[in-house]
C-alpha cells in the first residue's frame, strides 16, 4: 500500500473547466460552502464555541466540498481526447455519497470503495447514482479501504484513483476554502482553537493551516474515536465507533496530520455511545439536528474551550447532519450518561 502524499495545490482547483464542460453543476457550485459558523453551548466561564454548520452544503456534509475540488482536479488532469474519465476512491460515507451525485449529475462513472458496515441508506444511494461499489470487510477499516483502492486502480488504470486521504487538494480546499471562511466570519477577532474529527486528516491540517497564522499560540485538538484512536498500535477493529474518524491501525499516522506542524497534535477521545448522546443532547438543547462526528467535535470543543479565555472562541465544524435512527439510540444512551454541560 502506498502512502505518499502528491498532488500538492497553491489554492483549491480552479472549477473553470468542469463547469464549463458540465453546466449542470452551476446549481451545486452557487450553494457549495459559505455555511453558516453557529455559536453552541460552551461551558460556563470558558471560550465561547462556534460551529461551522457543513450539513448546509447541497449534498448534506463537508465532504461535498473535497468531493468538488478533487472531481475539478481531475476534469484539468484528464486527457479527455484518449477516453471518459472514471473517478474511483475510498471512503467511510459522506465522500462517497457526494462522488456518487457528482457522477450522476455530469454522467461521469464512478466506483467507491466503502465498508460492509456502512448504512443500507448510503449503500442504496449511491447505487441509485449509478455508481458502482465494492464492499471491504469493516474489520479492515481504512487501511483495508485504501488498499483495496489501490489495487483496483492497479488492475485498471482507466479508472483514476482521487486518494482522499493522500491527495493534497483535500488540504488545500480546506485552507483556501473552509478556512478563509471561517476567518472571514470571525469579523476580525482570532480563533483561540481549532477542533475537528480525523478521518483524512485534511480538514483539520487545512483549517489550521488557514487560522493559525492569525494566531501563532492557536491551540489545535483532534477529535478520534475511543473505540480507534488516532495512531493506535492496534489492530483495525469491527468496534461501533462515530462515523468519518478513526485511527488506521498497526501505529500508522494519517499523512495530512504527520505533516502538519512539528508538534505532536492533541487528541481528545470520544466513544460510540457518548457520540450518539450528545447527538440527541445537542438537538434538545438547540433544536439543530447535527451527526455523531459533529456531536463529538461538540464535546471535543467543550473540553477545550475549558482552558481556554473568554475573548478568543473555539471554532470547530459539524460535518453533517447525522440520522434520526442514531439520535434515537442516542436518546437512550443519554439517559444514563451526564450531560457534557454539568
Known amino acids: 500500500m502506498n502512502f505518499t502524499l502528491f498532488n500538492s495545490q497553491d489554492a483549491a482547483p480552479d472549477p473553470s473547466k468542469a463547469l464549463a464542460m458540465f453546466p449542470q453543476l452551476t446549481s451545486f457550485y452557487h450553494d457549495l460552502g459559505n455555511t453558516p459558523l ?8 470558558g471560550a465561547r ?4 454548520c457543513e450539513f448546509e452544503n447541497p449534498f448534506g456534509s463537508v465532504k461535498d466540498r473535497v468531493a468538488f475540488g478533487m472531481f475539478c482536479d481531475a476534469v484539468n488532469r484528464h486527457d479527455f481526447s484518449r477516453g471518459q474519465l472514471k473517478l474511483l476512491d475510498a471512503s467511510g460515507g459522506n465522500m462517497g455519497r457526494a462522488l456518487a451525485m457528482l457522477g450522476r449529475l455530469c454522467d461521469i462513472p464512478v466506483h467507491l470503495v466503502i465498508p460492509d458496515s456502512s448504512p443500507d441508506s448510503l449503500i442504496n444511494a449511491l447505487y441509485e447514482a449509478r455508481a458502482d461499489v465494492t464492499l471491504v470487510d469493516r474489520r479492515h477499516f481504512l487501511m483495508g479501504l485504501i488498499a483495496r483502492a ?14 482522499q486521504h493522500l491527495n493534497l487538494v483535500n488540504v488545500a480546499v ?7 471562511e471561517i476567518r472571514r466570519q470571525l469579523h476580525g477577532d482570532k480563533a483561540g482553537g481549532w477542533v475537528a474529527a480525523v478521518g483524512t486528516g485534511g480538514t483539520l491540517s487545512g ?7 492569525d494566531n501563532p499560540v492557536l491551540k489545535v485538538q483532534g477529535t478520534t474515536p475511543r473505540e480507534m484512536p488516532f ?9 461501533d465507533k462515530f462515523a468519518g474518524a478513526g485511527g488506521m491501525g498497526f501505529g500508522f499516522r494519517q499523512p495530512f496530520i504527520t505533516r502538519m506542524t512539528a508538534d505532536e497534535v492533541p487528541f481528545y477521545h470520544v466513544g460510540w455511545e457518548e457520540s450518539l448522546s450528545a447527538m440527541f443532547e445537542f438537538y ?22 475549558r482552558s481556554c479565555g473568554q475573548d478568543e472562541p473555539v471554532v470547530t465544524l459539524f460535518a453533517d447532519a447525522g440520522s434520526d435512527s442514531d439520535r434515537e439510540k442516542g436518546k437512550n444512551f443519554f439517559k444514563r450518561t451526564a450531560p457534557v454541560h454539568a
Open 38 to 45: 453557529m455559536p453552541v453551548p460552551g461551558p460556563a466561564g
Open 49 to 52: 464555541i462556534l460551529a461551522k
Open 150 to 163: 489501490q489495487e483496483i486502480a492497479l488492475r485498471d488504470p482507466s479508472w483514476m484513483l482521487l486518494s
Open 174 to 180: 480546506h485552507q483556501h476554502q473552509t478556512g478563509q
Open 207 to 213: 483549517v489550521y493551516a488557514a487560522l493559525a497564522p
Open 231 to 239: 495512531g493506535t498500535m492496534s489492530p483495525p477493529n469491527g468496534r
Open 284 to 305: 434538545q438543547l438547540t433544536g439543530v439536528r447535527i451527526g455523531a462526528s459533529s456531536a463529538a467535535n461538540w464535546k471535543s470543543a467543550y473540553h477545550l474551550a
